[in-house]
């Protein structure tokens, strides 16, 4: 254990669990305001900040509630704050509609979603990956967003980092879905020293005041943005929008503003996917998973290839917008692909339609509480290579 | 600019002396004809002038409804958010950008029904903001529905033989929540109601103002209380100026008088005040105040405290 630096990035090895990893990888990107509501299992992450901000600079504050607290970040993004707010499945679904509201305003911010077992209250202490899907589709309307799944404490560190800067970059809300156990995990993390993270800026808008327009994209399809404050006289609205904010209620408006907001994630899907591949090429079978589901299915792909078989494995990170290019092209080469995940198909819908028929797609379920029975992943892959 | 200049030489000028502080691309507006809500931006936008308060630090926060159409119509920073949550959303706001002056301007629907729980828990943090409360007694946007400020034996679409539920007071709610500035002003008290608006400006904590507004459209015309003009008869010839009444006496009853002034104004320690005392006496000199937003101008991809060490973007 090296001793910490002083400023607020804790560079050296730590061992922590993958709630204070995530706490820590938001101050290292920058992270200066989080609002929260208590809910278990995410809140040794605010509980870190509410440590940590005092003492290096950033504000905390616990909300009344979650619709409460994703408010209050949309307002702290706009007021010129890196935010964050925190959560788990049952707050989830109290702040989708204000995740719409960041998608449409285009608005900066990480979601971390630290998944328990569901539906309702579910299983408050265990864990599941039952969000998978309400992150993609919880809010209304149509819309694209990114989504991040961590599988250790090092990657709450890391991704937590990676998820500012998409949403820095693309302006829109990033879900940072944990699962209980890589919450709860704790584990070697190491932090590199401040000035050997990436973190992006924010895409200021820095000319004349009256000539800005807050929705004129720039070449990628993303606009820059300002700070309240600073005069610009810009309206910001859920409203279907002109490029000037201006609420236009019609059918042309609508097609523009949202298939921008569809299109600056469709057209970037390179640069946004982060999959992690091993033994893939010449493999009969290729197992795909997440989260926790990705740590255990790593025995059962140990155990099946101790048995002969050629089994790959392909790690979810990016798990929205979903690898579908990539599942497909392995779909055309493969017998079977196997998805454990803890839920009964969420993602595995997703896998399936992109394998398209190409081969067999098999799904591990669990209803959460607990991680797979390895054994149960490693059936399947037997039965995938038959 | 002073109140006589706002008012023009009527009839003379070939523009509106307040053109500069709305959006003109977007008028006309979708108020109706003897909304009070008009009477409500001219207030407001007169008082922002008298408060001294630079334009640039005043930012305006709306929610749903016809009243949060507001900031849309203001030509400052401004945020039309979700139905209820203008509150928290200048809460993140105001504590992410101190230096602002933040004003949420919304409706009675909007603020005290499907936002009461962030209405309380703003006015008990004392959040260092100004609060103007449209209450036209319904839903006025989505038709004349019953709000919880219709009050008893008043009609409304969704309450077809008379609401019967108990209105909120708002003026004991939230002073009862700790509001240190409370005040109850009906849209014929233009000069009161700007005066009000500026001081509230200019108070430090958690301002709140209710605007008694008429709805000729759809709960004037539904309770056949006449016309704009026959409300705001009605507004002068029953309003009670008392004040520094207690909140408790300042319930609305319907069609009978109404207790109107500034009820309450007083000092107590903001949010961030009180937070940044217990931080100095819990951590003492490790107490580091948060900086502030991120700065374009200088680039900042951290707080201060290492932006010698930032990294250059991809």
């Known amino acids: 254990m090296s001793k910490p630096k002083r400023g607020p990035v804790l560079t050296g090895a730590h061992y922590l669990d993958g709630d204070h990893a995530c706490a820590e990888g938001a101050i290292a990107a920058g992270c200066r305001f989080i609002a929260g509501y208590p809910i278990t299992p995410s809140t040794e992450v605010a509980e870190r900040l509410a440590e940590r901000f005092p003492r290096i600079g950033g504000t905390f504050i616990q909300m009344e509630d979650e619709l409460a607290s994703i408010a209050a970040v949309l307002g702290a993004a706009w007021g010129g704050a890196r935010a964050m707010t925190v959560t788990s499945g049952p707050g989830f679904s109290l702040m989708v509609e204000n995740i719409g509201l960041g998608v449409m305003t285009e608005t900066p911010c990480v979601v971390v979603n630290v998944q328990r077992g569901g539906p309702s209250t579910g299983l408050p202490t265990l864990t599941g990956q039952q969000d998978m899907m309400q992150a993609r589709w919880g809010s209304h309307g149509d819309y694209e967003i990114i989504a991040l799944s961590p599988s250790s404490p090092q990657e709450c560190f890391d991704l937590t980092v990676t998820a500012f800067n998409l949403s820095e970059k693309y302006r829109v809300p990033v879900m940072f879905m944990m699962d209980e156990c890589v919450g709860h995990m704790t584990e070697k993390v190491v932090i590199p020293e401040a000035d050997t993270i990436e973190v992006w800026p924010r895409r200021w808008y820095r000319g004349p005041k009256d000539k800005y327009l807050p929705y004129a994209p720039e070449k990628d399809g993303v606009p820059l943005m300002i700070r309240a404050g600073d005069d610009h006289r810009v309206h910001v609205t859920g409203l279907t929008h002109d490029q000037r904010g201006y609420p236009i209620i019609n059918a042309d408006t609508q097609r523009v503003c949202v298939s921008r907001l569809v299109d600056k994630i469709r057209n970037n899907l390179d640069d946004l996917m982060i999959v992690k591949e091993e033994q893939v090429e010449g493999a009969d079978v290729v197992v795909v998973a997440y989260g926790i589901s990705a740590r255990v299915a790593t025995k059962a792909i140990t155990d099946a290839r101790k048995q002969g078989i050629r089994v790959g494995f392909l790690r979810l990170i990016t798990v929205w917008p979903f690898p579908e290019k990539r599942i497909r092209e392995l779909a055309g080469k493969v017998k079977s692909l196997v998805m454990p995940e803890i839920n009964m198909g969420q993602m595995f819908r997703e896998m399936e339609r992109a394998a398209n028929g190409q081969c067999k797609s098999l799904l591990v379920p669990h209803c959460g509480g607990w991680v797979h029975d390895p054994n149960d992943i490693l059936k399947a892959i037997l039965e995938g290579a038959r | ?314």
């Open chain 2, 1 to 314: 600019m002073n109140p006589n200049q706002l008012l023009g030489k009527r009839g003379t000028t070939d523009s509106h002396p307040m053109e500069g502080f709305l959006r003109m691309d977007r008028m006309p507006h979708i108020w109706c004809s003897t909304c009070g809500l008009g009477t409500c931006l001219t207030a407001f936008i007169a008082a922002a002038q008298e408060s001294a308060i630079p334009r640039e630090d005043i930012v305006v926060v709306s929610g749903i409804g016809c009243t949060g159409r507001a900031a849309g119509y203001l030509k400052y920073d401004s945020f039309h958010t979700t139905h209820g949550r203008a509150l928290p959303y200048a809460t993140g706001l105001k504590v992410a950008s101190p230096r602002l002056k933040v004003c949420v301007i919304s409706g009675d629907g909007d603020l005290v029904s499907i936002g009461g729980n962030h209405l309380i828990h703003a006015a008990r943090r004392n959040m260092d903001m100004t609060v103007i409360c449209v209450n036209n007694f319904n839903y006025a946007m989505t038709g004349g529905q019953a709000a919880p400020s219709t009050p008893q034996g008043a009609s409304a679409t969704t309450a077809p033989y008379g609401a019967f539920e108990r209105p909120f007071n708002f003026p004991f709610l939230v002073d009862s929540c700790g509001a240190t500035y409370v005040a109850r002003w009906t849209a014929l008290h233009v000069r009161q109601l700007t005066i009000a608006i500026k001081e509230a400006l200019l108070h430090r904590g958690f301002s709140f103002i209710e605007v008694i507004s008429p709805c000729p459209t759809v709960y004037g015309r539904r309770n056949r209380l006449g016309s704009g003009l026959d409300l705001m008869k009605f507004y002068h010839d029953h309003s009670i100026t008392k004040n520094f009444a207690s909140t408790r006496e300042c319930d609305i009853k319907f069609q009978q008088d109404i207790i109107v002034g500034k009820f309450v104004q007083r000092d107590e320690p903001t949010f961030l005040d009180a937070m940044d005392a217990q931080m100095k006496k819990t951590l003492g000199a490790k107490f580091v105040p948060y900086v502030g937003p991120m700065d374009p101008a200088r680039d900042m991809t951290e707080s201060s405290h290492d932006s010698d060490r930032v990294p250059k973007p991809k």
